[in-house]
């Protein structure tokens, strides 16, 4: 570890950005923002967007952050945007790999899924690790991304992956981070009962609605080029160039470092660490630049340590 890595950060408090995951394409509808240029303002894109569970599809634009996307769509359908606990792209199954993220595809299609099912549990802790990895929607609806296979979870056939924690303990953890909804979880004591109160997305057979008979492409003509828009807490949404391969590459690593580190998975905030180490020469000032951007987190030491050797891992080439 470096000497004085804590040390030289910087102590004022700053807002921790909200931060969801990215996905990879799959056969859709065509979206309306392909036909803009790409130089086009990114205000002015339209994405095309249905209900997961059924719908007619809308369209949706002028959103430059995950909350306002949800607006957005909620307008388009009529619903509350709290109903909304997470979206894929390309896919209306509760597909864990193609979340959205902060960067959407100039062509994709977005599916909302929305709140379906309450369900309840009781769970006799009787191991360390419950075997659950947590991500959330960028404004808040923390939720179950992965299952640990053979885990105390995953013999609990009730939790399923895509379901958002309401309550543990009779504690509301609805508007919680997803990081501090895997530290409750981790601080549980073991040898005790604990009960959770789950949302489970809303299936198609809860709530028919004619899904609309649009076009359909096959996939090798589905494209997202190189181009995005992303999505920001502050400030307007931009639309980007996509990360480099060796980019790529160090924010998987980054991303597999969070779940080891905090039971967590979030592709942006990973590549948002990944951004923050582009031009810093060694780990201190790695750890200050990741403080005045992300300071909320309080990673520790051993973590940051282990992120910047990621990066550099990438750049050297000895990443798979």
């Known amino acids: 570890m470096p000497l004085g890595l804590r040390s030289k950060k910087k102590d004022r408090s700053r807002e921790t950005s909200k931060l969801v995951e990215s996905e990879a394409a799959a056969p859709a509808p065509p979206s309306a923002a392909a036909a803009l240029a790409p130089s086009a303002s990114a205000s002015r894109l339209q994405f095309h967007t249905q209900l997961a569970h059924g719908s007619p599809t809308g369209r949706v634009g002028g959103f430059g952050s995950a909350r306002e996307l949800y607006a957005k769509i909620a307008e388009a359908f009529g619903i509350d945007p709290a109903e909304i606990m997470f979206c894929t792209l390309n896919t209306h199954k509760v597909d864990m790999d193609k979340l959205l993220g902060a960067q959407i595809g100039l062509e994709d299609f977005i599916f909302a899924h929305i709140k379906g099912q309450r369900k309840e549990v009781e769970i006799l802790k009787t191991d360390d690790v419950l075997g659950l990895t947590i991500t959330d929607n ?131 905030l990973a590549a948002t660490m990944v951004e923050a180490g582009r031009d810093k020469k060694n780990p201190d000032e790695f750890a200050v630049a990741l403080d005045e951007t992300l300071g909320d987190f309080a990673f520790p030491d051993e973590f940051v340590f282990d992120v910047w050797g990621a990066i550099g891992d990438a750049k050297q080439g000895r990443l798979e």
């Open 138 to 268: 960028g404004a808040g609806c923390p939720f179950i991304k992965r299952i640990k296979e053979g885990s105390l979870m995953d013999q609990t056939k009730i939790i399923c992956v895509g379901d958002h924690i309401e309550t543990i303990n009779g504690k509301n953890v609805s508007d919680c981070r997803h990081y501090e909804v895997a530290k409750m979880l981790k601080d549980l004591e073991k040898g005790r009962m604990f009960k959770l109160e789950l949302i489970e997305p809303m299936k198609a057979f809860e709530k028919l609605e004619p899904r609309s008979k649009g076009r359909t492409l096959p996939e090798a003509k589905i494209s997202r080029g190189r181009e995005t828009l992303r999505l920001r807490t502050k400030g307007p949404a931009t639309v980007e160039e996509m990360p480099t391969e060796v980019e790529e590459k160090a924010i998987k690593k980054v991303d597999e470092l969070l779940e080891t580190y905090m039971g967590i998975r979030d592709i942006e």
